[in-house]
């Protein structure tokens, strides 16, 4: 039987705190590293890797949100993706490096 989104939000919600707030406090993050004057230099990829950090950062430090395993599992994916992309473009372009 599959959870009905109501049912989704509200658990996330006991364990991940408010959208609001961690709405609020990812913008506030990713503000930061847009401000950065080489931000539309950097791949997509890469971008969103930091992107999706921030949003896992968030959550580590919502309600208990330190105590999922899984919001960890997330950055060291995210960041291991960016990797994987700069890699592949580092080898594709060798020439320009």
């Given at each position: ?92 372009f060798k020439e320009d490096w």
């Amino acid at each position: 039987m599959t959870n009905s989104t109501t049912e989704i939000l509200s658990e996330r919600g006991k364990t991940h705190g408010e959208f609001w707030l961690n709405a609020r406090v990812m913008e506030q993050l990713v503000d930061v590293l847009r401000s950065s004057p080489h931000w539309l230099s950097i791949p997509y990829e890469t971008r969103n890797a930091m992107t999706m950090t921030c949003t896992k950062m968030c959550r580590l430090v919502s309600k208990d949100g330190y105590k999922h395993l899984d919001n960890y599992q997330d950055i060291i994916g995210y960041t291991t993706l960016a990797l994987e992309a700069e890699v592949k473009r580092q080898e594709l372009f060798k020439e320009d490096w």
